[in-house]
Each structure stands twice: as structure tokens, then as C-alpha cells.
């Protein structure tokens, strides 16, 4: 089993509709990276978080880390075309920086 | 905006033949990883560096070879590629003592015939 849960494996959104996607481990995480990948190319970074109940976001973008440090959840407003592709958690849970990885979400945006 | 690059973008080649896939960033990043991605599927960390003449395996068993000769530069090489090696490479650079941002190269798609 892994031991970074992405939910859902594929979501399919209106245009302009919001949505989550979830990072869940089962050890505490000492960072929490989301990054978005486009089909067949490489990973863009766009949010770490590191502490407990921290929130960042970068345009229509937010990212939160609960207060136990076990799930993110990044979430998307008004949904548009450009999010769509494939997003991606990585985490680092034992501060040795190698990172593990979710199997990612495809985001599909319905125009 | 992250300056790491490889080559080449594609690769189409012959049970058994010798390939080397090349990542390059300019960055000056210690840190230089590379990653084995199937679709659908995590990424699998398959070799990593922590500087020149650095070089270990990750989790994933991998009939590979990494070189880790100049700080900007981390080829990748299979002395006989099979078709069970097709898949997406990914190649990554980091730097920093406390935390673990990577930057991911555009990718080399392989498929071995």
C-alpha cells in the first residue's frame, strides 16, 4: 500500500466550480510539497508547507496542512482551464530530504 | 522559475543498446535526483546525489548507473535497455539544508522496443 494517499485518483469540474484535492499519510510529515504536472512532462512546484495548520496560497491556488501534520489538502476556486493536469503531493516524513509521492489527481475542467 | 534541462525529450531504441540520458541544471543545487514515472503512478526515486562523486540508489531496484562527476551535470546510463526500462525519467535538483523543494526537469519519455 502506499504511504501517501491522493484522493480522487481523477476529477472532472465544471468551469468556474471549486474543488479539493487531499494528501494523506499515515506518519507525521515534516514538509508537504504540491507540485502540478502536465501529460509526459516534468513536475512545476507550487506550494511547501511545513507547519502544523499552516495555509499558503498563490493565485486561486490554497494549500493547508492540518494541525497534526498527517493530511494537506490543496484547493482550487473558480476552476479554469489552465488547472487543468495532473497535481501532485510529495512529502518528506522521516527529515533524511528524500521526498515520497502521491500517484497524483488528473483534473479535468469542463468548459 | 527552476534552470534544469534534459535530454533528450524522446528516445525510441532497441532491446540491448547502451543509453545515456543527460540532466543538467545551472542552479549550482548540491542535491540531484532521478526519478522513474509510470502513468498513473507515484514517482519511483530510483538514484540521488548530495554532491560531486556522490551518488546512491533509491527505493526503487533499477538496472542503472549514475555519474556525479560535476556539480551541474548527473547523466543517467543503461549499459543494455529493455522493454521492461520504458517508462518517464525525471530528473530533479534541490538545495538547502532544512528543506527539500525539488525542481523537476522537463522529463525524457523511453521506450525500448
Known amino acids: 500500500s502506499q504511504e501517501l494517499e491522493q484522493s480522487p485518483q481523477s476529477l472532472i469540474v465544471q468551469e468556474g466550480k471549486n474543488l479539493t484535492i487531499n494528501c494523506t499519510s499515515s506518519k507525521t510529515l515534516y514538509g508537504l510539497y504540491w507540485y502540478k504536472q502536465k501529460y509526459g512532462e516534468g513536475l512545476i512546484f507550487l506550494m511547501m508547507l511545513q507547519k502544523g495548520g499552516e495555509e499558503k496560497s498563490h493565485e486561486k491556488i490554497t494549500a493547508k496542512l492540518d494541525e497534526k501534520k498527517q493530511q494537506s489538502s490543496l484547493h482550487i476556486t473558480a476552476s479554469q482551464p489552465s488547472h487543468a493536469g495532473i497535481y501532485l503531493c510529495?512529502?518528506?516524513?522521516?527529515?533524511?530530504?528524500?521526498?515520497?509521492w502521491g500517484a497524483g489527481t488528473k483534473l479535468i475542467i469542463k468548459p | 522559475e527552476a534552470d534544469i534541462y534534459q535530454t533528450p525529450r524522446y528516445l525510441v531504441i532497441g532491446t540491448g543498446k547502451k543509453i545515456t540520458l543527460e540532466c543538467s541544471q545551472t542552479?549550482?543545487?548540491?542535491?540531484m535526483y532521478w526519478y522513474q514515472q509510470d502513468p498513473g503512478m507515484e514517482l519511483h526515486l530510483i538514484h540521488y546525489?548530495?554532491?560531486?562523486?556522490?551518488?546512491e540508489k533509491g527505493d526503487l531496484s533499477s538496472e542503472s548507473t549514475v555519474s556525479r562527476i560535476r556539480t551541474e551535470h548527473f547523466p543517467l546510463t543503461l549499459e543494455s535497455a529493455r522493454p521492461s526500462h520504458t517508462s518517464q525519467y525525471l530528473c530533479?535538483?534541490?538545495?538547502?539544508?532544512?528543506?527539500?523543494?525539488?525542481?523537476f526537469g522537463p522529463g525524457t519519455r523511453l521506450l525500448v522496443l
Open positions: 530533479a535538483s534541490a538545495q538547502g539544508a532544512n528543506q527539500e523543494t525539488q525542481y
Open positions: 542552479m549550482g543545487h548540491d542535491k
Open positions: 510529495g512529502a518528506d516524513i522521516a527529515s533524511n530530504y528524500q521526498l515520497i
Open positions: 546525489s548530495y554532491g560531486v562523486n556522490s551518488t
